[in-house]
């Protein structure tokens, strides 16, 4: 079991930045393929990026693709979301989430194949 733990959110203008971090204990991080999904205020959660285990494979959703980053550092068992040229409709509760026992080059991108969830972190952009 891994435990998931998400910092870094808070309120920006548009167009600003923001990075969130993930830091995951428990079992080994190299063993999850790890993503963030977010829900925004009246929404389903949706999908926003993947990173593979092995991490050079990495998907975004179409709303975020070219603004956000998403990375990984196995020594700090922590996964990290760029968030770059921000825009209100960026504004969710944003939630980390972890997959394990998958392909060590596939993207988890769909909410129902997750295995484990962050609490979720509140991202406010104001206009």
């Known amino acids: 079991q891994v435990q998931l733990v998400e910092s870094g959110g808070g309120l920006v203008q548009a167009g600003g930045s923001l990075r969130l971090s993930c830091a995951a204990s428990?079992?080994?991080?190299?063993?999850?393929?790890m993503g963030w999904f977010r829900r925004a205020p009246g929404k389903e959660r949706e999908f926003v990026a993947g990173?593979?285990?092995?991490?050079?494979?990495?998907y975004y959703a179409d709303s975020v693709k070219g603004r956000f980053t998403i990375s990984r550092d196995g020594s700090k068992n922590t996964v990290y979301l760029q968030m770059n040229s921000l825009k209100p409709e960026d504004t969710a509760v944003y939630y980390c989430a972890a997959k394990e026992a998958f392909p060590v080059n596939r993207v988890v991108t769909t909410e129902g194949l997750v295995d484990y969830w962050g609490q979720g972190i509140q991202v406010t952009v104001s206009s």
């Open positions: 990173i593979s285990r092995s991490g050079p494979s990495r």
């Open positions: 428990g079992r080994a991080f190299s063993s999850y393929a």
